[in-house]
């Protein structure tokens, strides 16, 4: 019983451990800085009687700016800190000098990424594309000098205007991951180990349920230089947007996906139902995922006698199933066409 406790303790850390190197959401608080001063100031030389005001602005201050980082997959390095403050502007000088301009804050995030303002829990943007720019809290102006005020009737004035306050707020980041292709199943259904023999990336691949806890994202080949990005999201059981298992927390990134594939393992009991369960774990979490194209892969047909292959369906709900193997390559082909085909087509459409 001791023993059985130790082990439960440390899968639990480990469970803890590696969804914390996953950070899909973090807040924090970003302030712009305050513009300079402006300077009250009089022109002081020899032989120039009655000089005049020579007071400059103040400097503007600096922003905070969210931009995409293409290399960026998680937001793990914005876990800790909470308050990003730019630089306050400088104060103007004498001789109608103007304060420098405060230092930008650049923050970097990746490609996918939801900006919230927490307090008004309004969408501050949706950042994208590679180098993609969001000020989220502007630099206050520096206030002016007081050679602005002078004039005919007004030859010496003896004020000038403070600097503005920069925005402060509170965000919120949500990260959705951008990937062309989402596969959906239950744990063990073979979805890391399809994801490892299609791109370069190595997911976590063993013979107990839930080793992928945290999504990963490969790049797979299609052919004639073309490719697409394929996301494996952990394992869903009955009940999983009721928060059992590991929950539905991760499906929000298969919410930008273009192309749906469900694994069924090729020798579960009732491959219908198995298909059923997955549909009705995502129209629960948001029924909206149903509307995006499906293909049905039946993984792990090594195991599977030749009568019990050509058993297999050829269409559910009218979407093809293609029985493969990931471990001999059987069906990957075929596979990798139906995948091919449908974003060729969804390209295609999204050009015209």
Same mark, same amino acid.
């Given at each position: 019983?001791?023993?059985? /406790?130790?082990?439960?303790?440390?899968?639990?850390?480990?469970?803890?451990?590696?969804?914390?190197?996953?950070?899909?959401?973090?807040?924090?608080?970003?302030?712009?800085?305050?513009?300079?001063?402006?300077?009250?100031?009089?022109?002081?030389?020899?032989?120039?009687?009655?000089?005049?005001?020579?007071?400059?602005?103040?400097?503007?201050?600096?922003?905070?700016?969210?931009?995409?980082?293409?290399?960026?997959?998680?937001?793990?390095?914005?876990?800790?800190?909470?308050? +990003?403050?730019?630089?306050?502007?400088?104060?103007?000088?004498?001789?109608?000098?103007?304060?420098?301009?405060?230092?930008?804050?650049?923050?970097?995030?990746?490609?996918?990424?939801?900006? +919230?303002?927490?307090?008004?829990?309004?969408?501050?943007?949706?950042?994208?594309?590679?180098?993609?720019?969001?000020?989220?809290?502007?630099?206050?102006?520096?206030?002016?000098?007081?050679?602005?005020?002078?004039?005919?009737?007004?030859?010496?004035?003896?004020?000038?205007? @403070?600097?503005?306050?920069?925005?402060?707020?509170?965000?919120?980041?949500?990260?959705?991951?951008?990937?062309?292709?989402?596969?959906?199943?239950?744990?063990?259904?073979?979805?890391?180990?399809?994801?490892?023999?299609?791109?370069?990336?190595?997911?976590?691949?063993?013979? +107990?349920?839930?080793?992928?806890?945290?999504?990963?994202?490969?790049?797979?080949?299609?052919? @004639?230089?073309?490719?697409?990005?394929?996301?494996?999201?952990?394992?869903?059981? @009955?009940?999983?947007?009721?928060?059992?298992?590991?929950?539905?927390?991760?499906?929000?990134?298969?919410?930008?996906?273009?192309?749906?594939?469900?694994?069924?393992?090729?020798?579960?009991?009732?491959?219908?139902?198995?298909?059923?369960?997955?549909?009705?774990?995502? /129209?629960?979490?948001?029924?909206?995922?149903?509307?995006?194209?499906?293909?049905?892969?039946?993984?792990?047909?090594?195991?599977?006698?030749?009568?019990? /292959?050509?058993?297999?369906?050829?269409?559910?709900?009218?979407?093809?199933? +293609?029985?493969?193997?990931?471990?001999?390559?059987?069906?990957?082909?075929?596979?990798?066409?139906?995948?091919?085909?449908?974003?060729?087509?969804?390209?295609?459409?999204?050009?015209?």
């Amino acid at each position: 019983m001791i023993f059985k /406790k130790a082990v439960l303790k440390h899968c639990l850390f480990h469970i803890r451990v590696k969804t914390m190197d996953f950070v899909d959401e973090v807040s924090f608080q970003v302030t712009g800085g305050r513009g300079g001063d402006g300077c009250v100031s009089f022109r002081r030389e020899k032989f120039v009687p009655k000089g005049g005001p020579d007071g400059g602005d103040g400097g503007n201050g600096g922003h905070v700016i969210l931009r995409v980082n293409p290399q960026l997959t998680t937001l793990f390095h914005l876990r800790t800190k909470k308050l +990003y403050k730019a630089q306050r502007g400088h104060h103007g000088k004498g001789k109608n000098m103007h304060g420098r301009r405060g230092e930008t804050v650049e923050i970097p995030v990746p490609s996918g990424t939801l900006v +919230y303002d927490t307090d008004r829990g309004i969408c501050l943007g949706d950042l994208t594309s590679a180098g993609q720019t969001l000020i989220v809290a502007e630099g206050g102006n520096g206030g002016k000098g007081n050679a602005r005020f002078a004039s005919p009737t007004r030859q010496a004035p003896d004020f000038a205007m @403070e600097g503005k306050t920069g925005i402060s707020r509170w965000i919120r980041l949500e990260l959705k991951l951008l990937a062309d292709v989402g596969l959906v199943g239950k744990p063990n259904a073979g979805k890391s180990t399809l994801l490892a023999s299609l791109t370069a990336a190595k997911p976590k691949i063993a013979d +107990y349920p839930f080793t992928t806890l945290v999504p990963n994202l490969g790049i797979v080949p299609l052919g @004639e230089y073309r490719q697409c990005v394929m996301a494996d999201i952990p394992g869903l059981i @009955e009940g999983a947007h009721e928060g059992k298992g590991l929950g539905d927390r991760f499906l929000r990134h298969i919410e930008r996906t273009r192309l749906l594939v469900f694994m069924i393992e090729s020798h579960a009991g009732d491959i219908g139902a198995e298909y059923a369960l997955l549909k009705q774990e995502l /129209k629960q979490f948001d029924a909206t995922l149903l509307e995006k194209p499906r293909v049905i892969a039946l993984t792990k047909t090594d195991l599977l006698g030749e009568a019990e /292959k050509k058993g297999l369906p050829e269409q559910i709900d009218r979407c093809r199933c +293609y029985g493969i193997s990931a471990v001999t390559g059987e069906g990957i082909g075929a596979f990798k066409g139906e995948i091919g085909l449908q974003i060729g087509k969804m390209n295609h459409a999204a050009s015209s």
